[in-house]
């Protein structure tokens, strides 16, 4: 069964570092983009990064160029989102999503239909 399950939410302050990860399991991340989320109660799901495993290409939301990285581990079959200089503005439920492909050089962020995990909460507060 095809599976995906985040985690590393935290509290942090402004200015501070985490790592999330959405680890796989059922299926190898080989032909998956896996896709990360965030929602705010209120807000519609804001899109904020994605990895294409089959060739490693990436995007990511203005919003947290420069400040998140989006990587794969293939011993673990897992992606991490690494976020710094985190903000208030980053508050939210992150989800991670994965949806097979078969191209490159693109990443098309999972839909509803799509695995998706239960999500991990961050807060950015003094």
């Known amino acids: 069964q095809l599976k995906v399950v985040e985690s590393g939410g935290d509290l942090v302050q402004p200015g501070g570092s985490l790592r999330l990860s959405c680890a796989a399991s059922g299926f190898s991340l080989d032909y998956y983009i896996i896709g990360w989320f965030r929602q705010v109660p209120g807000k519609q799901r804001e899109e904020i990064s994605c990895?294409?495993?089959?060739?490693?290409?990436?995007i990511y939301t203005d919003s947290v160029k420069g400040r998140f990285t989006i990587s794969r581990d293939n011993a673990e079959n897992t992606v991490f989102l690494q976020m710094n200089d985190l903000n208030p503005d980053d508050t939210g439920v992150y989800y991670c999503?994965?949806?097979?492909?078969?191209?490159?050089?693109?990443?098309?962020?999972?839909?509803?239909?799509?695995?998706w995990g239960q999500g991990t909460q961050v807060t950015v507060s003094s």
């Open positions: 990895i294409n495993n089959r060739d490693g290409t990436t």
């Open positions: 999503a994965a949806r097979w492909t078969h191209l490159q050089g693109e990443c098309l962020m999972p839909k509803a239909g799509d695995s």
